[in-house]
């Protein structure tokens, strides 16, 4: 029996008033499930972006309801301490790997669990732990300059699970990578999904590893419809 970790239903996002008015989100209802990965895709101005971000509860939606690992976090306005469940439910994972460059991978992981309370000896375990199952335990003492693209990548991705989050969000994390290394990521986030049973949302531009996607969504015009591989 299949566990929804992620639900929104009737989300609307509108900018400005009147004539000028911009539907972003346009009555968005979707599920996703425990270990799941789904693209988004749609043109740019679609309305990927605000959908993520308020997904991400970085902004509120105009009306509607979110409801992450069975709590309902927006109805009518927020029902939760925003930046706590945030920090404690879902990851986030951008196109650059935003790594803090003056800590090594190991650090970079562990101070997400630290600023969450996590002990020093916790934080160092589960971050060699992360780090064995990304391959990159050799690279645990390596500044973010010492590290390929790649390399940075799956340390963001690493990181962005630490604190062992229901939802993780990606935002075109492939874009600055190579084709090769840009199938690696997108397998790598697959098997986040299917072995760590995270839901995993990614928008992407990158069609050569649509393949690895459970689902895939298309947005246009602030709508959501789920699209046919044989499309």
């Known amino acids: 029996m299949n566990t929804v970790a992620l639900s ?7 900018y400005g008033e009147g004539d000028t008015a911009v539907h972003a989100l346009n009555d968005v209802s979707f599920s996703m499930n425990v270990g799941e990965i789904v693209a988004l895709l749609g043109p740019s101005g679609a309305g990927k972006s ?25 109805d009518n306005g927020y029902q939760v301490n ?13 196109q650059k790997a935003n790594l803090l460059p003056f800590l090594t991978a190991e650090e970079n992981i562990r101070i ?8 020093s000896r916790e934080s160092k375990q589960y971050a060699a732990e992360l780090l064995e199952h990304f391959e990159l335990s050799a690279r645990r003492t390596f500044l973010p300059k010492q590290l390929s693209g790649g390399q940075q990548q799956r340390v ?8 062992k989050p229901s939802l993780l969000l990606a935002d075109e994390p492939t874009a600055a990578l190579d ?9 790598l986030l697959k098997n986040v999904a299917h072995t760590h049973h995270t839901a995993v949302l990614v928008v992407t531009h990158d069609h050569r590893a649509i393949d690895v996607f459970d689902r ?15 499309d």
Do not use: C, Y
Request: glycine residues 8%; aromatic residues 8%; charged residues 20%.
């Open 82 to 94: 925003i930046r706590d469940f945030r920090r404690n439910n879902i990851g986030f994972v951008f």
């Open 8 to 14: 929104a239903e009737h989300l609307f996002k509108t």
């Open 112 to 119: 997400a669990m630290e600023v969450n309370d996590a002990s």
């Open 179 to 187: 084709s090769h290394m840009g199938r690696k990521v997108m397998e």
């Open 50 to 74: 605000t959908l993520l971000t308020t997904l991400g509860l970085i902004q509120p939606p105009s009306s509607g309801t979110i409801s992450i690992a069975g709590t309902r976090v927006f």
């Open 216 to 230: 895939i969504w298309m947005m246009e015009d602030g709508k959501l419809s789920e699209k046919n591989r044989q």
């Open 156 to 163: 963001a991705i690493a990181r962005a699970l630490a604190n």
